[in-house]
């Protein structure tokens, strides 16, 4: 009988690259493009700082000894990029009923089968991806379990300016609030250009924020035709566009994880230059091992006496915000 097991189109080149074309499902932040994918050949990222030094120059005599310049310290910072295999079994019962014995013709029955499992484990890989990337905003990297893999603030040695936007309080200047987290953003830029400030948050958030006094007075009187509208994925305010996320999966224990807690807002620089991006490792196969990584990678082999297949996946992503003093997390109260 025929195996199509042996064939080309199922060997680790021709896998990794259907599971890489398969529809993406990632989330929102995949959908801004915010972290942009930087091949990596090895297990490891290192990240090199250097502060820029800006000081007036004193006046001195003419003829006499010149300031002499003073540079910026350098510091170097390693990551080790995390590995995410996911594995599933396709068995003869699976697809026995569709086969057509010693033809051709059940490749691609068996074919649209394995694309079907690919899919199934491409959308746990791509919710997982967006759970990370969504850690990097926040400043930590969370595991499945949420805990943490890194936590940015403290590799970097800086703590995170968190800011009580007060929205309980019918007095508060939410304005002058957003002020106060984009000139903390503007600070922490570091030499580094953006295009706007963006917000991701909860509903509970965003709805408390619309409905504050000084803000609803303000949207009203701007943007009358719009009260009705629903704003939730492109509100302005205060030079800030604010939008609800809802991201969430399930985590290991079969609970369900909210992306962003109750009540919190995390607010990032828009149009950076490499601020953020995901460095991604190669698989740990014979054929990739010092290649330039890719998002993710497939690979299957026979079972035990030929009775089904293994399917094997793999992702090797770490997101990371070079800079983490511009995130900026607000709290609704």
């Known amino acids: 009988m025929l195996n199509p097991f ?4 199922f060997n680790v080149y021709r896998l990794t690259a259907a599971i890489n074309v398969l529809p993406n499902k990632y989330g929102r932040l995949a959908g801004m493009g915010l972290f942009p994918e930087k091949p990596r050949s090895s297990r490891h990222i290192v990240l090199e700082e250097r502060h820029g030094v800006l000081t ?13 310049n003073r540079s910026g310290k350098r510091k170097v910072r390693t990551f080790t990029i995390p590995h995410f295999p996911l594995e599933d079994v396709i068995l003869p019962s699976d697809y026995q009923g569709i086969r057509a014995f010693g033809t051709e013709s059940q490749l691609q029955e068996l074919a649209d089968l394995i694309n079907e499992r690919m899919q199934e484990l491409k959308d746990k890989h791509d919710i997982t991806l967006e759970h990370l990337r969504m850690g990097a905003v926040k400043g930590l990297i969370p595991d499945a379990d949420g805990t943490p893999i890194y936590d940015l603030f403290q590799e970097f040695g800086l703590t995170q300016e968190v800011i009580n936007f007060g929205l309980a309080t019918d007095s508060t200047d939410v304005r002058g609030k957003c002020f106060q987290v984009k000139r903390a953003i503007e600070d922490n830029l570091k030499g580094e250009m953006m295009s706007g400030v963006h917000c991701l948050c909860s509903g509970s958030f965003l709805d408390q924020l619309i409905n504050h006094p000084n803000v609803y007075e303000t949207f009203l009187y701007q943007n009358a035709a719009q009260v009705q509208d629903d704003v939730r994925k492109n509100f302005r305010f205060g030079g800030i566009t604010f939008e609800e996320y809802r991201g969430s999966a ?14 919190e807002a995390h607010f990032f620089p828009r149009g950076t230059g490499n601020t953020f991006f995901t460095a991604v490792a190669p698989a740990d196969f014979n054929e990739t091992a010092n290649t330039r990584g890719r998002l993710y990678y497939a690979k299957q082999s026979p079972r035990r006496f030929d009775r089904g297949v293994d399917l094997h996946t793999q992702s090797n992503p770490l997101p990371l915000c070079a800079r983490p003093g511009v995130l900026v997390k607000g709290k609704a109260s």
């Not at 042996?6 to 189109?9: E, G, I, L, S, Y």
């Not at 224990?253 to 109750?262: E, L, N, P, R, V």
Request: net charge negative; no cysteine.
């Open 6 to 9: 042996d064939t080309d189109a």
């Open 56 to 68: 007036l120059i004193p006046s001195a005599q003419v003829g006499g000894p010149a300031n002499q």
């Open 250 to 263: 399930d985590s290991p224990d079969g609970s369900t994880m909210d992306f962003i807690a109750d009540g």
